[in-house]
Structure formats: C-alpha cells, structure tokens
C-alpha cells in the first residue's frame, strides 16, 4: 500500500495494541462495533488483533476481515511460522489483508529475551518475511526495540524484510525511549542508508511512557515517515500509544509545519469514536484529554471566555465541529420517536437498525419516563447496555434494598446463572456491599472488587449514576460499568458486567508469550 508524498496513512492499532491496556480487553460483539466506527472514520488499517495469542483473537480478525471491507485488516505475528500461519487463517476472507511480522533487534532484547545472534535474527527476518509475502502481496516488518538497536543493524535487518519481499518498514519505539531530535535523526538515517528504501514507507510506532509519543511521531513523520501506528484515545500498554486524535488533529491545524501532509481521516468522527470506546471499555477520558477531553473546548476564564464569544478563534485553534463535537444540553425527551433518537445515536458515532435500534428505544423510553432530559452520555449508556453485550453467563434480574440509620442493610437480588433463575439475600456494611455479597454468592465467584467509583454522567437530580468496578480474578483484571437512575442497580449491573468478562476471559485460550511492539 503506497501512499503519495502528502499522505500519512492512519494503522489503528486500537483493536490490538489498545487492547492490551489493563483492564480493556473486548469481546468480539465489541470488536465489530468499534471496528465499524473505525471504517467509519475513515482510517488506512486496522490491526484486528494477533491471532496465535488465543482464539479469541484468532475469531475476531476473522469477523473483522468478513465484514469490514475498505479498510486494509492487519494481523500480527512474530516471526515463527506458527503465528504466521494463524494470521493467514485470520486473514482469509479479507477484502485487503496484511501480515505483519516483527522480531526485536536491540542488543538488550537479542541478549535477555530472544538469546540470538545478529546473524540468526537476519536469517529469521528473511524466513518470515517471504513465507508472509508467499500469502499476501502487503507484507509489514517491524524491528521490535528499534530506537534502542544499533543503526547500522537496522539498515541490515531493514534491508533484508525488504529484500523478502516487505512492503512497511516499522520502526517502533518500544519502550517509549527516544526523543524527538533523536528519533527525527533515525528516520533521516534509515532512509538514507537502507538500499532501495524507496520501494517501502517508512513507519512508526511510539509508546508514551515518557510522555513523548505524539512529538516523537510528528518529528518522524518530517523526516519522512508516511504510516502512523496509534490508538483511540491512545489507549495502549503501560503509558500508552500515539494518540491517534492529537497527531491527525496536528497535521490538520499546522500544515504549514509538516509540508501539507495530511490523512485520510473523516475528522468529525474523532469524538464519536472516543466516546464509543469508552463506553465500550468503562475508561473515561481524562477531563483535559487534548482534542477529545470534556475541557478541550471548555472555556472558564472571564478573560478567554470574553474572547472567545467575540471571536472563537481567539483561544480555539480547531472549531469543536471539525472533530465531531455537539452539545451537551438537551437533544431528546420522552416525546421524541425512533428517527430523532436514531439520527442523534448516528452524531454518536452509533449507527443502529432494526432488532439493534428496538433494543436501544425501548431502553430509552423507559429511561425517558424516569428523567426529564436525556444527554448525549445517557444514550451512550443505553447502547453499551443494550447492544455492546457479550455471550453473557450471568444475566441480572430484580433486586430489592432494605437500608437505613436503623436497618441492616439487606439485599435480595434474583440472577440468571447459566440458564437458571436463581435468587439470594445478603446483609451488608452498606447496601452496595449487600447487593455485591448476594451476586457473589450466587455466581460463587472467588474474584476480588480492587475498585469501585461512581460518577453522575449528567447534571440535575434525576441524573444517571454511572457506576465503575475493577475485579481481580488472579493475574487477571476487568473493568465493568453499568447506568442507572438508581446508583444500586447500576452497581450491580456494573459488578455483573465484570463478572461476566471473567468468565470471557476463562473461555479464551490462555494468552501465549509476549503480546508485540
């Protein structure tokens, strides 16, 4: 896939690095719906997911690359013929499908973990590259740890993926290290040296562990980088990836400082699509996020506040629009019909019909009924309840509250458990903990609450509690959410989100070694 000189092609790598993030993991119902946004959006690639780490990796690039036909499908592999084979099997149905192969290249990597030599690495890059590239003809190489390698192997190791047959050339920065006059100098280098580098792009791939992940990608993209690997809401392992919203959003605002490139990305579906993977996972953006945090265009001030009503471009350099952005004040009641609620779900992000669409109107109706203004959040809400669901083990029913200054807090709670309705009460310190002790008794979950946290997700007193648990289940850890005018029932709704990821994650296979760039 070759992209013209003033092109920047977008690799959303939400789906598989982004997923990596403790805590958000997606089933495959989720997966299609944020991969549809995606498309949506408007980016280059997606990489579905790393298909030898588990089946249900292996079953989500294959829906994906089914169904999800512009965008190139991405899966990774290392560079064993094993995890090879499973991307092409991932892979098959693809419309335009890419292998992406990697294997690390620093001393500190070939010494401690991989326990090769330089000459064997070459040798493994050559082998996986052309048994990739015997599959598809769009064949990525990644050289895992590149900004801490040595330079003049990388133009070795570059020159043999391209040699093979690769068609990217990916230059991670693992770990987050470098800097961006050091990685700027890099790409120049690479560039420069590898022979017959212009038959590739040149791509890059930051973590932000020291906060640097957008420079460093936007210093490469001037030395002539053309692919950017990034994340919704830079979501990714430990500190993150390159925050997909902030590098497309500064290529559009400062064209004049990266020569006029600029992407594919139909920017008024940058919002939408944060917002949706949020809900989807239960991880709230933080309120001074740049681009997509409630307070990118919030203005408290007197003074910005003056200016700002004068002239927006005063303190805004980007219009809320250009990204998607709408108000948060009333957009629907209880009068209002299917077409209002589906047009405003689609400004959303959310573009439901049919059994979808019925789900979400019959919740909001009811919801209307109970509070006098519904808000964008609410109906965000609505969906991750109604249509972001999974193959649920537990499903909640009625429950019942008695608490107060001269009660025991006590809790009945009625559950389907695999098929079976089944019923518990339970005395607690408060009536949340009633509530959690009767679900845990009647899923005889052994896993512990690490976090819980309750957020009104609009204003007023008939406002949504939006609530949030952590559960840990061993190594493991997920996240779960639930909302509801009742702050107890959306706490146990939350709670048995949770426990039904638990029970997702027993069923996958066990994740095998470590999990890519």
Not at 309 to 318: F, H
Not at 382 to 399: N, R
Request: glycine residues 8%; charged residues 25%.
């Amino acid at each position: 896939m070759k992209a013209p000189d003033d092109r920047v092609l977008i690799f959303d790598t939400t789906l598989r690095d982004g997923e990596q993030s403790p805590g958000c993991s997606m089933n495959l119902a989720e997966k299609l719906q944020l991969g549809r946004q995606l498309a949506r959006l408007g980016v280059d690639i997606i990489e579905a997911g790393f298909p030898i780490a588990s089946e249900g990796d292996l079953e989500s690039v294959k829906a994906i690359s089914r169904e999800i036909r512009e965008p190139v499908i991405c899966a990774l592999a290392r560079t064993a013929a094993a995890d090879i084979e499973h991307a092409q099997e991932a892979l098959a149905d693809a419309a335009r499908p890419r292998i992406h192969t990697f294997i690390a290249t620093s001393d500190i990597h070939l010494q401690h973990k991989l326990r090769m030599t330089r000459e064997q690495v070459l040798e493994e890059v050559d082998r996986a590259v052309r048994r990739a590239r015997g599959y598809v003809d769009d064949v990525e190489f990644s050289a895992e740890d590149a900004t801490r390698s040595d330079w003049d192997f990388l133009v070795a190791v570059f020159e043999a993926a391209l040699d093979a047959g690769a068609t990217t050339l990916n230059v991670p920065d693992t770990v987050g290290y470098t800097t961006p006059t050091e990685y700027y100098d890099l790409i120049r280098f690479l560039k420069e040296q590898v022979t017959g580098s212009e038959r590739a792009i040149f791509s890059l791939h930051c973590h932000d562990d020291l906060g640097l992940a957008v420079a460093n990608s936007l210093a490469a993209i001037r030395a002539g980088a053309r692919q950017v690997e990034c994340t919704v809401n830079g979501i990714g392992e430990r500190a993150g990836n390159t925050a997909m919203e902030e590098v497309v959003m500064a290529l559009k605002t400062r064209r004049d400082v990266y020569g006029g490139v600029d992407t594919g990305v139909a920017t008024q579906e940058i919002y939408p699509t944060s917002r949706m993977l949020s809900s989807i996972i239960g991880v709230a953006v933080q309120p001074n996020k740049a681009i997509v945090g409630d307070n990118a265009f919030a203005h408290e001030a007197g003074i910005h506040q003056d200016g700002v009503l004068k002239a927006a471009i005063t303190y805004e350099i980007m219009t809320p629009q250009s990204i998607g952005r709408t108000s948060n004040d009333l957009v629907l009641g209880k009068h209002s019909g299917r077409h209002a609620l589906r047009d405003r779900l689609a400004e959303l992000g959310f573009h439901l019909e049919g059994d979808e669409l019925a789900r979400v109107f019959k919740q909001f109706k009811d919801l209307a009924d109970r509070k006098k203004t519904i808000f964008n959040e609410d109906l965000e809400a609505l969906v991750s309840d109604a249509v972001i669901v999974q193959d649920d083990t537990y499903e909640l029913g009625d429950l019942s509250i008695m608490s107060g200054s001269f009660a025991t807090p006590t809790a009945t709670v009625e559950m389907t458990v695999a098929g079976e309705r089944k019923k518990a009460t339970a005395q607690g310190v408060g009536p949340v903990d009633a509530v959690f002790r009767a679900v845990a008794e009647l899923t005889e979950t052994k896993s512990e609450l690490v976090r819980y946290q309750v957020n009104a997700i609009t204003g007023g007193m008939d406002a949504q509690g939006e609530v949030t648990v952590t559960l840990a289940d061993g190594e493991r850890k997920v996240i779960g959410h639930g909302a509801h005018t009742d702050v107890i029932v959306a706490s146990a709704k939350a709670y048995v989100h949770a426990l039904n990821k638990l029970e997702w994650h027993k069923r996958r296979h066990a994740e095998s070694e470590p999990r890519g760039i």
